[in-house]
């Protein structure tokens, strides 16, 4: 139990649709990131989120989008959903950033786009 | 690109003997973690290592960083059917906010 839930736990959306996945971080976290673990792999960072503003971003095009509200809670948007898309969707949090600090993962979103 | 390579990709074991997992990349890493994900859930830390030549151990576990901080290495003494699982190791680089996984080692250890 690492204190970060993540909702909805799984989902199924068409190709093209547009699909929100949401993050609750652990209390007193101030750091969201995104990870996309596809079957057979390990996470790939998609972005992080430090005091509501994106602090850094991974190799994703821009129909991936993200918010971080004042409360840390955190949301991943995805547009235009591709068959690739299909994968587990991790939001880890933490304190200052993420270096040099533990970070907590959730137990991920499985998306599957048909 | 920082890339991590993990071996073997695949293990399956009897309960009681021992294994090694292994972590490489031509990158230094500032820090090298080890993670442990079971299905259906998300990684949870073992351990993060940041000295090069630092051994740190977790009870049946014992974990190295390679002195020049490119590579790491997981050994488990007498493994037990709790330990399956997935342990991915993951790396900070020349950014300190996005950490690069490797693709993992499934293990299975048999009763």
């Known amino acids: 139990e690492t204190g970060v839930t993540q909702s909805p736990t799984h989902l199924i959306k068409t190709r093209g649709q547009q699909v929100t996945l949401r993050c609750s971080s652990q209390?007193?976290?101030?750091?969201v990131s995104w990870y996309q673990q596809a079957l057979g792999q390990g996470p790939q960072f998609i972005f992080q989120?430090?005091?509501?503003?994106?602090?850094g971003r991974g190799n994703f095009p821009p129909r991936f989008s993200g918010l971080q509200f004042p409360n840390y809670s955190s949301e991943l948007n995805v547009n235009a959903l591709e068959l690739d898309d299909s994968a587990l969707y991790l939001c880890?949090?933490?304190?200052?950033?993420?270096?040099?600090?533990?970070?907590?993962f959730g137990e991920g979103s499985w998306l599957t786009v048909v | 690109t920082q890339l991590l390579e993990q071996s073997p990709q695949f293990l399956s074991i009897q309960e009681g003997e021992n294994l090694t997992v292994y972590c490489n990349s031509s990158s230094v890493f500032s820090s090298l973690q080890w993670y442990r994900q079971e299905p259906g859930e998300g990684p949870v830390l073992l351990v993060t290592v940041v000295t090069g030549g630092e051994v740190k151990k977790l009870k049946r576990l014992t974990f190295q960083f390679g002195d020049a901080r490119k590579d790491s290495s997981l050994h488990i003494t007498a493994a037990q059917p709790g330990d399956t699982g997935l342990y991915l190791c993951?790396?900070?680089?020349?950014?300190?906010?996005?950490?690069?996984f490797g693709k993992g080692t499934l293990l299975t250890v048999n009763p």
């Open positions: 993951a790396g900070y680089g020349g950014s300190n906010y996005k950490l690069t």
């Open positions: 209390s007193g976290h101030n750091t």
């Open positions: 880890a949090s933490s304190i200052d950033g993420a270096s040099g600090n533990t970070i907590y």
């Open positions: 989120y430090y005091r509501e503003e994106e602090n």
